[in-house]
């Protein structure tokens, strides 16, 4: 099985971009949206709201059949075709805490999103700084079954992701960096022979 593991050098946003003169992760927390609901939402409409396209990345991970574990928000992998597993989630979709309804992300350009069942805030489906991972575990099982694994756009100074290759290695995989030309990567991906990548059970991995 192939796996890519992808990061915010092919996203349209990086946490280290800059809002209203601060780093996009310092907005990026639960204290945040906590404390300051409709700033977090504000920042959500003005920032994290791109109408973005797949990148000639995307549309190659996608023909190749490679699974896709990102660390990316802009759910651009799934737009693309593949299958993926967001380790921090995605700006496409917002939850309700309570009964767990889920809701586009459209509804925040109406200012305070509000469940039609029980009028709780709604919260956007993202893993924010304090929360835990919980697609960790899934993104493990996965990768722990790949013969190869594609880095590609990543740094991996961030846990629980850089963990992962440490993971992969030790179940035997090969490791491929893709770090300063993304060029290499669509090379790459063509020459691949696209062979069939084998699908994980429903009780193995849910994406």
């Not at 920042?43 to 190659?60: C, D």
Request: aromatic fraction near 10%.
């Amino acid at each position: 099985m192939l796996v890519a593991l992808t990061g915010s050098a092919i996203s349209p946003f990086s946490p280290f971009d800059m809002w209203e003169g601060r780093p996009l992760a310092a907005f990026l927390t639960r204290r945040f949206f906590n404390d300051d609901p409709v700033g977090f939402y504000r920042f959500y409409r003005e920032v994290l709201l791109q109408e973005t396209q797949p990148t000639p990345i995307h549309q190659a991970l996608a023909q190749s059949k490679a699974f896709v574990i990102t660390e990316n928000i802009d759910g651009l992998h799934r737009k693309a075709g593949s299958p993926t597993i967001e380790l921090f989630g995605s700006v496409n979709e917002l939850y309700c805490p309570d009964c767990h309804s889920r809701y586009p992300s459209f509804l925040v350009l109406d200012g305070l999103p509000l469940c039609s069942l029980c009028y709780q805030l709604l919260h956007p489906n993202l893993v924010l700084e304090g929360d835990p991972v919980p697609m960790f575990k899934v993104a493990s099982c996965l990768i722990a079954r790949a013969r190869e694994v594609l880095i590609i756009g990543s740094t991996l100074d961030m846990a629980p992701a850089s963990y992962l290759p440490i993971l992969a290695r030790s179940f035997g995989a090969k490791i491929t960096v893709f770090t300063r030309s993304l060029t290499q990567v669509l090379n790459y991906l063509t020459d691949l022979k696209g062979e069939p990548q084998p699908s994980p059970t429903s009780s193995e991995v849910k994406v």
